[in-house]
């Protein structure tokens, strides 16, 4: 990173001291637990997982476009994109252990590659800082704070300087941004939970967007209260965000970056799946037990399954014709046939199932164990387990990179593990 933008940007630092306090508050600051799980008064703010607490205590568009307009796409494209390698088939392939990263002082809470050579890592609430790594060689790119001007990127009414909270996020096709959700604005409003016991009084928060040029962030866009998962429509026209503690989600306009709508949905909603007709989105409600069919152009939601306990997260098949949901409280991983709606497969996890994700040529299925600290990989057409590799302590985020065949893993006590899932077996 250039002078200028390390100047620009203050780098978070911590002592061996600190960094050990770091891990200490990430075993009792853990995810998405019901409230009576733990004692309200020792759960820990921006845990996205209040089971930690309990598990540590325990032991543990247009389509009228003319001529002109798709010769115009077409001289737009970049031409030096690579295009990802000819790896063989993901579920032919067993994946092993390459490199364990773990400096400087990561809490990684999500980790996602953006199939262009970047990965960027969210580090949990109390660490402020994201960091952004080179896929092929594991090198650190950038750390960036989580500091931003809204009133510098035309949103006004907050103080000059707010600090967010990163949480998960999503890139765009191109890989040249990713937006960042943030569980919470600094000291607005009352301190956020992850039980939702400061209702109204907790401030609404918002969206970060990352440049890859500018090495910044660029954009704030505003949400509601405790953004969790978000998601873009195919076409990237909306960006959808599911608002942990108001119960519903948020449909932003991209080229704008404002809120066209809210669709009322049920308790902690959390992962996000849209379909290619840019519509028809499916989101889980994690402690309603529920998972909802979201129509985007009427604004309405109905329930479509709730079967098993705490659907997470959500991922679609490369052709949209099967939808994959890990059910973390009930070690489940189901699959359902997104014509019908109608479950197709199950098979067992580890145990606590958290982020979920699919190779691109959609033949293989990665998920996270998060108290068995470990990820699995299975066969997306038989859900038959290829293998299971041990991970990190608290695996909690998991992406698959096209452009090296490698799985990257979170583990939310300080480390990223990356495993090449090339190998013959």
């Not at 952004?132 to 500091?147: A, F, H, M, P, S």
């Not at 907050?158 to 959700?181: I, L, R």
């Not at 939808?323 to 359902?336: E, I, K, N, P």
């Not at 998920?367 to 299971?388: C, G, P, Q």
């Amino acid at each position: 990173m250039a002078d200028q933008q390390v100047s620009r940007r203050r780098r978070t630092q911590f002592s061996a001291a600190a960094a050990a306090l770091l891990v200490v508050g990430t075993a009792c600051a853990a995810e998405e637990e019901p409230q009576q799980a733990t004692d309200a008064e020792d759960q820990t703010e921006n845990s996205d997982d209040d089971a930690t607490a309990e598990q540590e205590t325990e032991g543990t568009e247009d389509s009228d476009s003319s001529e002109t307009d798709e010769e115009d796409d077409s001289e737009a494209e970049d031409p030096d994109v690579e295009e990802p390698p000819d790896f063989p088939e993901s579920n032919t392939t067993t994946f092993e252990h390459t490199e364990t990263i773990s400096e400087p002082v990561i809490t990684p809470k999500s980790v996602v590659a953006n199939g262009r050579g970047l990965a960027i890592a969210n580090n949990m609430m109390y660490q402020h800082s994201v960091t952004i790594y080179d896929t092929e060689t594991g090198e650190l790119v950038q750390e960036l704070d989580d500091t931003i001007n809204p009133g510098a990127l035309g949103v006004e009414g907050y103080p000059d300087n707010v600090e967010g909270a990163p949480v998960e996020a999503v890139w765009t096709e191109d890989g040249q941004h990713a937006y960042v959700s943030q569980y919470r604005l600094g000291d607005l409003g009352a301190t956020a939970y992850d039980d939702c016991r400061n209702g109204e009084d907790v401030a609404p928060s918002g969206v970060f967007r990352y440049s890859v040029e500018d090495q910044d962030w660029d954009q704030f866009i505003e949400v509601g209260r405790v953004p969790k998962y978000q998601a873009l429509t195919p076409d990237e026209s909306r960006l959808l965000v599911t608002n942990w503690c108001d119960f519903d989600l948020s449909v932003i306009d991209t080229e704008t970056g404002e809120e066209e709508m809210r669709v009322p949905l049920n308790s902690q909603p959390r992962g996000i799946a849209a379909m290619p007709d840019n519509r028809t989105v499916y989101v889980t409600a994690m402690y309603a037990n529920e998972l909802w069919k979201v129509d985007l152009e009427t604004g309405e939601g109905e329930v479509i399954y709730n079967e098993a306990q705490f659907p997470r997260h959500l991922v679609l098949s490369p052709d949209a014709e099967t939808l994959y949901v890990t059910f973390s409280r009930s070690d489940l991983l189901v699959a359902f046939d997104t014509e019908t709606d109608e479950v197709i497969g199950s098979t067992s996890t580890g145990r606590e199932p958290r982020t979920m994700d699919i190779s691109a040529d959609g033949t293989a299925l990665y998920v996270v164990n998060y108290y068995e600290d470990s990820v699995s990989k299975f066969d997306a057409e038989t859900l038959e387990e290829i293998d299971r590799r041990d991970t990190g302590h608290l695996p909690i985020g998991v992406s698959y990179d096209a452009m090296t065949g490698s799985v990257w893993v979170a583990n939310y006590s300080g480390s990223l593990s990356i495993y090449d899932d090339t190998v013959s077996r």
